[in-house]
């Protein structure tokens, strides 16, 4: 009883937290001509319902792809329909072919918002809500602040509820993937990441580690036997969903090609905006976009990114645990925003690190309200600053390399300084973006600083992350590890 009370204020309080952001402002309002990822997400709709399938990808009289072109897997599109289907019974004004351009009512964005909450309550909270409680672990306190700390994430809320994106359907069923494997379920896991993989093609930052989890996991079993046949179920598993998820594309070769020639626009260049990634900060210095032709700048993000997925991954291959498996997620995916090609300033959920996107649409108020009460059940909740010994924080490894120079070196003392410094300057660059004009000749100051204080950030989160994991120490089987 007291678990499904507990359960039912953390939804509460996500839902709340969800709802009101929907009353403020969102991205692209009032601004013609493309009116921003609202319009975009509401033109999808629109194009999805008016227009048959073979002309979704590709340009056409009816369907100008300068113009907010379907940009994301199938499994988008069809959810646009879906959505599609739904407005057109409310209001057939809204998904109108041509006419409903640029379209902006109170009842629609309420709609708009109603979908991207709707898709939180079915797919994202109840996963959420599913591994803080019965995959952490801890006492019940614990696993009530760190579903707190998910649900109230300003990241995931500012962006889904301020520009429509649905990050939450991807992340919800990447999530579930992980449950299916933690519970045993293979096939399930399987079945869901495809899914999350098919919904967003960002989530090929995580392919590698369930790729790698799984076949690790086969290997053990013996490829000569039970890990053969378990390798073939997953794999066509994987090659099914794939299939179904095509099928409508898959009469034609060309549209194929042409939904993948949508996914990865190699055309758009190495990086676009501000993005917090190596290439973005490095180009203050160095102007790489200029320098480096196409190919040298395909084949380095390709090089280098393949050179700091590669030690995470061998090592999950070899040790297929759970433990590795997360920490593979978070070495993978941070290896390829900061190196690969073409990233997007959103594939990062890091509110802190998304404020000239969030300033931009008018979402300062929820940035603060949402980041002060993530800091507060951070702090006060899960008691992030007592938890940061040495030893919780995995640091035997800088530990023995200060000792002999540095003895009196207390790292755990630092990493307090790092984090109430990284505090100060977040809320200075939010301070000088919102309230101070940049000089004449530097008018992208402010958006360069944040990204490059992001940019640190994320490197020294990759250099300890992969420390951690690979140089994992043997421990006892009754010393559990937190998660």
Not at 177 to 187: I, S
Not at 351 to 374: I, N, R
Request: hydrophobic share 50%.
């Amino acid at each position: 009883m007291e678990n499904w009370s507990l359960i039912s204020l953390c939804v509460l309080l996500g839902l709340t937290s969800r709802w009101t952001v929907s009353f403020h402002s969102y991205s692209g309002a009032g601004k013609p001509p493309m009116f921003g990822d609202y319009e975009a997400q509401r033109h999808w709709q629109e194009v999805t319902y008016n227009l048959p399938v073979h002309e979704w990808y590709f340009n056409t009289t009816n369907n100008d792809l300068n113009y907010w072109g379907l940009d994301y897997p199938p499994l988008t599109a069809y959810h646009s329909l879906v959505c599609a289907y739904v407005a057109k019974l409310l209001n057939p004004e809204w998904v109108e072919l041509h006419a409903s351009r640029g379209y902006e009512s109170h009842s629609h964005k309420l709609f708009m918002r109603a979908t991207v909450l709707f898709t939180d309550i079915l797919i994202y909270i109840p996963a959420v809500l599913l591994y803080c409680f019965y995959f952490c672990d801890g006492s019940s306190k614990q696993k009530v602040a760190a579903a707190f700390c998910i649900l109230l994430y300003p990241g995931l809320i500012l962006i889904d509820y301020g520009h429509f994106q649905y990050n939450s359907v991807s992340l919800g069923l990447a999530l579930w993937g992980t449950l299916g494997l933690g519970l045993g379920w293979d096939l399930f896991g399987c079945l869901a990441f495809t899914l999350a993989l098919n919904y967003k093609q960002m989530e090929l930052y995580h392919s590698l580690p369930f790729f790698c989890y799984l076949l690790g996991k086969c290997i053990k079993q013996g490829l000569t036997g039970r890990g053969f046949f378990h390798l073939v179920k997953i794999s066509m598993t994987v090659l099914v969903t794939f299939a179904l998820c095509w099928m409508p594309f898959l009469s034609d070769p060309k549209q194929p090609l042409q939904v993948l020639h949508r996914l990865f626009p190699v055309g758009r260049g190495l990086f676009e905006d501000k993005v917090a990634n190596t290439w973005c900060s490095l180009n203050v210095l160095i102007k790489i976009k200029t320098l480096l032709s196409r190919e040298t700048q395909l084949f380095l993000s390709f090089a280098l990114t393949l050179l700091f997925v590669l030690p995470s991954s061998l090592k999950l291959l070899s040790k297929p645990t759970l433990w590795q498996f997360k920490l593979a997620l978070v070495n993978t995916s941070l290896a390829f925003f900061l190196f690969s090609f073409q990233v997007h300033e959103k594939s990062i959920l890091l509110v802190a690190f998304m404020l000239p996107l969030l300033l931009k649409d008018g979402l300062l108020l929820p940035y603060v309200v949402t980041s002060l009460a993530f800091l507060f059940l951070s702090l006060y909740l899960l008691s992030a600053l007592e938890r940061s010994t040495e030893e919780e924080l995995r640091l035997g490894l800088y530990c023995k390399l200060t000792q002999r120079w540095l003895p009196k070196l207390n790292l755990s003392r630092i990493i307090k300084w790092k984090f109430w410094f990284s505090l100060v300057a977040m809320a200075a660059l939010s301070f000088t973006s919102m309230w101070l004009k940049p000089p004449a000749k530097l008018p992208d100051l402010f958006p360069v600083l944040v990204s490059v204080l992001s940019f640190l950030h994320f490197l020294g989160f990759i250099i300890y992350f992969n420390q951690v994991q690979l140089m994992e120490p043997q421990r006892k089987k009754s010393l559990k590890k937190t998660n």
